[in-house]
């Protein structure tokens, strides 16, 4: 009775106050008129106290999220069931459950007379337009009764977990030579040189066996090198995405490193689902995901889970220290990058790997409206990762996807040409 009478209304207070207010007036009139008034006036809030205590009404509720992983721009659903347990009919029922901004508005609904022999479905879209782990929840139910003089609220259920997985944008074709690990045919490396066999090799670490030092290369390069006793695997594709604050530009859906992740997505699958190993790695060379060439859509949602998780990093430079790719083909997602973080991603890697970079003219996403002329910056980086050997394509924020990665598979083509060519 007391936690009935804590949720008084407004007006069951203000009904209350003005019962006993008319009972005192009654008292010092002697009005007895005015006296029945009052007590009338008292006695309904407190029947309607003594009411929902008696009726012990219980809700219980269940979501189901479908589906449970859903990519951003496409639609989803939520469903609810509700039903009550209690002696006597209950009164009117508001629900809202949490939503993010990120998935859409926030849903009421008002169920007027909730049937106690059957449970009451209500759905409500979900419309996520940024990636992410979201939440949903918590439910919470407001219960009236039908004069509106007392109402409780209620938790009904917590938080539900929804993966907001980045768009894939259909791609079509390979880069020239694709999946041997360099740029060119696998007949043009096999026994290059003066009849020698085909040999890979890459920098000296610490560690690794004196017996393996390629002395042929050392001295070409001045630097010790070593064998690598196993080719890249067959497929074998790294794609490094950048996804430093300080590289990207713009907020929210629109912002640039939202249209790397999702790019780095397309390029990622299309890859895997032509047979290729693919390893997606970040700027600092940690691996988000290893994905085989053969597998069921299990291997998809490994790479989409972890770029759906991944946040941005507060390093301003790159910072490597070994070859990203560990001697395979090097797709990379680069946004703004100084000289030396350029410097820092050319230096471990061998100019008879492939290495192909979509450079971001990032400036572009911040303005919202493309430029005639690109930023000094990235003319700057374009040309010195060219001079290292790398195939680059520009990509400003009207550039579709596809378009993009049609360009680098023509790079890829081009450079596969010019090394067959010097052979």
Same mark, same amino acid.
């Given at each position: 009775m007391f936690r009935a009478l804590s949720g008084l209304t407004t007006r069951g207070r203000c009904l209350l106050a003005a019962g006993i207010?008319?009972?005192?007036?009654?008292?010092?009139?002697?009005?007895r008129d005015l006296l029945r008034v009052a007590i009338f006036v008292v006695a309904l809030p407190l029947l309607v106290a003594a009411y929902i205590a008696a009726t012990r009404l219980r809700l219980g509720a269940a979501r189901a999220l479908r589906p449970e992983r859903v990519a951003v721009g496409s639609p989803g659903e939520a469903h609810l069931q509700l039903?009550?347990?209690?002696?006597?009919?209950?009164?009117?029922?508001?629900?809202?459950?949490?939503?993010?901004?990120?998935?859409?508005?926030?849903?009421?609904?008002?169920?007027?007379?909730?049937?106690?022999?059957?449970?009451?479905?209500?759905?409500?879209?979900?419309?996520?337009?940024?990636?992410?782990?979201?939440?949903?929840g918590p439910l919470r139910a407001t219960i009236t009764d039908p004069f509106g003089l007392c109402e409780f609220d209620r938790e009904l259920?917590?938080?539900?977990?929804?993966?907001?997985?980045?768009?894939?944008v259909p791609l079509w074709g390979l880069p020239g030579g694709s999946g041997i690990g360099a740029g060119d045919d696998g007949s043009v490396r096999l026994h290059s040189g003066q009849g020698e066999p085909d040999v890979i090799v890459r920098h000296y670490r610490t560690g690794d066996d004196m017996r393996k030092v390629h002395w042929r290369s050392t001295a070409r390069r001045d630097e010790i090198m070593v064998r690598v006793e196993e080719r890249p695997w067959r497929g074998g594709t790294t794609v490094l995405?950048?996804?430093?604050?300080?590289?990207?530009?713009?907020?929210?859906?629109?912002?640039?490193?939202?249209?790397?992740?999702?790019?780095?997505a397309s390029v990622s699958l299309h890859l895997r689902r032509a047979g290729?190993?693919?390893?997606l790695v970040t700027e600092h060379g940690h691996t988000l995901a290893d994905l085989p060439g053969e597998g069921g859509e299990g291997y998809d949602n490994v790479v989409l889970d972890a770029l759906a998780a991944l946040t941005t990093a507060?390093?301003? /430079?790159?910072?490597?220290?070994?070859?990203? !790719?560990?001697?395979?083909?090097? #797709? &990379?997602?680069?946004? +703004?990058?100084? $000289?030396?973080?350029?410097?820092?991603?050319?230096?471990?890697?061998p100019r008879g790997i492939r290495s192909l970079a979509v450079l971001m003219d990032t400036p572009g996403w911040a303005s919202g409206t493309p430029t005639d002329h690109l930023p000094a910056a990235t003319e /700057?980086?374009?040309?010195?990762?060219?001079? !290292?050997?790398?195939?680059?394509? #520009? &990509?400003?924020?009207? +550039?579709?996807? $596809?378009?993009?990665?049609?360009?680098?598979?023509?790079?890829?083509?081009d450079r596969s040409a010019m090394i067959g060519g010097t052979s």
């Open positions: 207010a008319a009972a005192v007036c009654s008292l010092v009139l002697n009005e039903w009550r347990s209690g002696r006597l009919p209950g009164g009117e029922v508001l629900l809202e459950d949490g939503v993010p901004y990120a998935l859409g508005t926030r849903p009421r609904f008002v169920v007027e007379r909730l049937p106690h022999d059957r449970r009451v479905l209500l759905r409500y879209p979900l419309e996520p337009s940024l990636r992410g782990i979201q939440q949903v259920i917590g938080h539900s977990r929804l993966v907001v997985v980045p768009r894939v995405l950048d996804h430093r604050a300080a590289a990207h530009h713009g907020s929210g859906p629109a912002a640039s490193l939202e249209w790397a992740v999702s790019f780095a290729h190993r693919v390893r507060h390093q301003r /430079d790159v910072t490597l220290g070994h070859d990203p !790719a560990e001697g395979q083909e090097l #797709i &990379a997602i680069l946004g +703004t990058v100084s $000289a030396e973080s350029v410097h820092e991603l050319t230096r471990y890697r /700057d980086s374009a040309r010195l990762l060219r001079a !290292a050997g790398w195939g680059v394509v #520009i &990509a400003g924020p009207q +550039t579709p996807m $596809a378009q993009v990665w049609e360009q680098l598979c023509h790079t890829g083509i």
